[in-house]
């Protein structure tokens, strides 16, 4: 069973208490309304899918019910580091694959 750190409980415990909350680091259009249509449906719809490091983000919904970013390797599944939204990615993190 893969375990996972919440970086707010500063615990490592199952992902059965954990939830898939999709990419992270996506920057939202300051204001919808003045982007092109083609432009919102990518910001709702792509998605990178890197062979590799991805930023994710999870919730611990069995736990504290918080929101945190994690950097999980495609290929092994296995997440590397987990970080608060409020804060900035590992150094060695490469940002999740172009
Ligand atoms: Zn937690």
Redesign the pocket.
Same mark, same amino acid.
Not at 6 to 11: I, R, V
Not at 63 to 66: A, F, L, M, T, W
């Given at each position: 069973m893969l375990l996972i750190r919440?970086?707010?409980? #500063?615990?490592e415990?199952p992902e059965l #208490?954990f939830r898939y909350g999709g990419e992270a680091l996506l920057e939202r259009p300051k204001d919808p309304a003045l982007v092109s249509d083609d432009a919102w449906t990518a910001y709702l719809w792509t998605c990178k899918n890197p062979k590799g490091p991805h930023a994710e983000r999870w919730r611990?919904v069995h736990?504290?019910?918080?929101f945190?970013n994690a950097a999980r390797n495609t290929v092994s599944d296995l997440i590397v580091s987990t970080w608060r939204v409020d804060d900035s990615p590992p150094a060695n993190f490469d940002g999740g694959g172009a």
């Open positions: 919440c970086p707010y409980c #500063e615990t415990r #208490e611990h736990g504290c019910g918080r945190f």
